[in-house]
């Protein structure tokens, strides 16, 4: 398997510009979950879906943000518009349920930069 | 590699040597705690796992332990290796029965050779 995918790998944009981050999770995994990490938060989980469907967004900081999973197969997470303090790494995990002690394994990552 | 965290707590430890990394954790409610390792470019990783209802798990080359009557999670690394340098994380399940994590702000460990 190839492990949850993520892409742009890294993404560099000017304040203002809608930025869109994808993921595909890990074949036959039912949940999806988007993290945010930075050097003063850490590691924030925004959201998380179950078979497509956004369970919790409690996480995700404001309205600029939204998260869509429109297939078992592909999610985004988009800013707009995007600001400075939106720089961070997020990351995309998946697991295939939600029961206590199933792993959830992350991506690599995408490192956005917003000037 | 993205930079995890620049003012995080550092453990050097000389290869060959037993690493000990500590986590105190907030919920004590808290069901299920987990150990991910993250190196420089990539996304966290799964080590190791351990369920409230027990105070020590081990593993290839890594124990867990958990006291929680102080809400205290340590990991132990025996013989330390070069490619144990990472950050390790911390998290604890924080919804009832499900698999929301919190996590920890991490530990950095740096193996010399």
């Known amino acids: 398997d190839a492990g949850v995918i993520q892409s742009p790998r890294h993404e560099v944009t000017e304040m203002g510009q809608e930025v869109t981050l994808r993921c595909k999770p890990i074949s036959g995994h039912d949940y999806l979950f988007w993290y945010r990490q930075t050097m003063m938060r850490g590691l924030e989980l925004l959201i998380y879906?179950?078979?497509?469907?956004?369970?919790?967004d409690s996480g995700m900081p404001e309205d600029r943000f939204s998260a869509k999973m429109p297939n078992a197969s592909f999610s985004t997470l988009k800013i707009q518009p995007s600001e400075p303090r939106d720089s961070a790494v997020y990351f995309c995990?998946?697991?295939?349920?939600?029961?206590?002690?199933?792993?959830?394994?992350f991506g690599p990552g995408t490192r956005l930069t917003v000037l | 590699g993205e930079s995890v965290g620049l003012h995080l707590p550092t453990l050097s430890v000389q290869e060959g040597d037993n690493s000990i990394i500590n986590c105190a954790y907030s919920?004590?409610?808290?069901?299920?705690f987990i150990w991910y390792k993250q190196e420089s470019g990539k996304g966290p990783q799964f080590i190791i796992d351990i369920r409230s209802n027990m105070d020590k798990r081990q593993g290839q080359r890594v124990t867990v332990l958990l006291n929680k009557t102080v809400k205290h999670l340590s990991l132990q690394i025996a013989a330390t290796q070069p490619g144990d340098s990472a950050v390790y994380f911390c998290?604890?399940?924080?919804?009832?029965?499900?698999?929301?994590?919190?996590f920890g702000g991490g530990t950095r460990v740096l193996v010399k050779p």
């Open positions: 995990a998946s697991s295939l349920s939600l029961e206590l002690a199933d792993t959830q394994y």
């Open positions: 919920n004590s409610a808290s069901d299920y």
């Open positions: 879906f179950n078979n497509n469907v956004p369970i919790d």
């Open positions: 998290a604890e399940n924080i919804e009832k029965g499900g698999n929301k994590l919190t």
